[in-house]
């Protein structure tokens, strides 16, 4: 990958890999960077700028944005939280 730039910040670490997962299915090579401050921290707030980044090269960033607002702004829940395993 050339020079990495963010695309999405997540409120928490499973939604930045729903978005790094979502991008990858659509070709788009990514990867979450920051999600190591909030296993350390657990559930305790944090603030915006330590939350979880997904990053993409720059030549797939304006791609990836596209894809990442077409999907927000749809009428379903487009990015949904991953299911949980433990029930």
């Known amino acids: 990958m050339s020079e990495l730039v963010e695309v999405y910040r997540g409120a928490n670490a499973p939604q930045a890999h729903v978005v790094r997962n979502f991008l ?4 788009i090579q990514a990867v979450v960077d920051g999600e ?4 350390v ?3 305790l ?7 979880p980044r997904v990053l993409v090269a720059a030549e797939n960033a304006a791609w990836a944005r596209s894809l990442i607002e077409a999907v927000e702004s749809s009428d379903d829940e487009p990015l949904p939280e991953p299911a949980d395993d433990a029930g």
């Open 24 to 27: 990858e299915r659509a070709g």
């Open 36 to 39: 190591s401050l909030q296993n």
């Open 45 to 51: 707030p944090l603030s915006w700028r330590s939350s």
């Open 41 to 43: 921290l657990g559930d």
